[in-house]
């Protein structure tokens, strides 16, 4: 079920959900508008010519920070990991699932490729991967409106939240992070 804005109000009272900060200008009937972080990283083309999911891709990108009078450039064809502004987090009773902002996919800006699911049990900075599949460059703005959140209820509890799973990867994550695929063939 998707919480409806008074569930998800009644779920930040609670402690049950964490957007922070959070606005009520940014509630929607059945989401949180969600703004984008000043971090980001970028491949470096130039050094690698491959990624290669069994080694660590730390070295093969570069972080780039933004503020008010400067913003990212994304040409097109090029992707980015960037952040929420607003740290979110769910109980082990609900999941989050981040969705692109209508007026930015009308831009021909992607925000997530695969990875807009917030697992029970985790407080972080949604990652957001970035790709302008416009043909001409988008620039991205600091606290720029980026996306929205939805909120769903499990059917019951999850017995394994996410932040206490020994293969957890992302936990409380406040900057971009490369890939951390490598991990699952290092068990």
């Not at 690698?48 to 040409?75: F, G, Q, W």
């Not at 988008?138 to 939240?161: G, R, V």
Request: charged share 25%; aromatic share 8%.
């Amino acid at each position: 079920m998707i919480l409806s804005d008074k569930d998800i109000q009644q779920a930040i009272r609670q402690g049950e959900i964490v957007v922070d900060p959070f606005d009520v200008k940014d509630l929607q009937p059945a989401s949180v508008d969600l703004h984008l972080d000043r971090y980001f990283l970028t491949f470096k083309a130039e050094q690698n010519y491959v990624i290669d999911p069994k080694k660590s891709l730390d070295d093969a990108m570069k972080e780039t920070i933004i503020d008010d009078s400067r913003p990212l450039v994304l040409h097109p064809g090029e992707f980015a990991l960037g952040l929420v502004y607003e740290k979110t987090g769910v109980s082990s009773r609900y999941v989050g699932r981040l969705e692109g902002k209508s007026s930015i996919g009308r831009m021909g800006l992607l925000i997530h490729v695969t990875a807009g699911f917030l697992d029970p049990g985790n407080t972080l900075k949604m990652t957001l991967e970035l790709h302008n599949t416009a043909n001409i460059p988008i620039l991205l703005y600091y606290q720029m409106p980026i996306a929205q959140m939805i909120f769903e209820e499990l059917s019951s509890e999850c017995q394994q939240p996410y932040a206490k799973k020994a293969a957890s990867k992302y936990v409380g994550d406040d900057r971009p992070r490369a890939s951390q695929m490598w991990r699952n063939f290092n068990r």
